[in-house]
């Protein structure tokens, strides 16, 4: 059995900036201030870790962040709903719809997510693509901010999921920054990077991808890789 972890944002689908001013609404809302939201670097990191570092640069204290974090992750997810609307805004990237539907077919494979949006965020973001129920697993920036323990997190729901453990060496993690690289390396799983974010393909080259795409439109050579 072999687990397809696939990050969201800059991965899977483009956003356009709807996310990062959903936070910052829900961030004025619950602490009073939006801090340098704008100038933050969102890029692999995860929701739970971006909102306490843009908030403890601002002057709170992690006790203040922690006692709104609940409330704030819920009106993140109000404004971010509010904000996508009818998915339009939304935009898949290419080659992903063939490539996921075509791993959930696989009898030996469980494809599920690993990002650092938390479960709501991902959810809303994938909603319209039709894509979300093929994710039969997923670790979240809301189960914990350290993205290097998430794949640990999605092992376990996975081994939940089949009935057998999943070991991380059969485990492959596709993301599109350094940090999702940074991620598989870690807990040694296989790394997957594809420059459909804004790291471009020598910033990821550099990392030293397990493999490294441009994107996924080439659906054969992409499912190719992945299965070997």
């Given amino acids: 059995m072999r687990l397809f972890l696939f990050d969201v944002d800059g991965t899977l689908v483009r956003a356009r ?10 961030m004025e809302t619950v602490y009073g201030t939006r801090g340098a939201i704008e100038r933050y670097d969102f890029r692999g990191r995860t929701d739970t870790a971006a909102l306490f570092e843009v908030l403890r640069d601002a002057g709170l204290d992690d006790r203040t962040i922690a006692r709104g974090l609940t409330e704030c992750f819920a009106c993140y997810a109000g404004a971010l709903e509010a904000a996508i609307g009818d998915g339009s805004r939304i935009e898949i990237m290419p080659g992903v719809q063939d490539v996921v539907r075509a791993l959930s077919r696989q009898e030996d494979a469980v494809v599920g997510l690993l990002t650092g949006n938390i479960e709501p965020g991902a959810r809303l973001k994938l909603r319209s693509t039709g894509l ?13 901010p ?15 999921l089949v009935g057998r453990p999943i070991p991380f060496e059969r485990v492959t993690i596709i993301g599109d920054t350094p940090l999702d690289i940074d991620c598989a390396r870690s807990c040694g799983a296989v790394a997957i990077a594809v420059a459909t974010g804004q790291h471009e393909l020598p910033e990821l080259a550099e990392c030293r991808p397990d493999a490294l795409f441009a994107d996924f439109s080439d659906v054969a050579a992409t499912l190719a890789t992945l299965l070997r």
Avoid at 132 to 144: I, K
């Fill in 146 to 160: 350290d993205r290097r323990r998430l794949p640990a997190i999605a092992c376990q729901r996975a081994h939940a």
């Fill in 132 to 144: 979300w129920p093929l994710f039969r697993v997923g670790a979240y920036g809301s189960d914990d």
């Fill in 17 to 26: 900036g709807v996310g990062r001013a959903s936070m910052a609404r829900a």
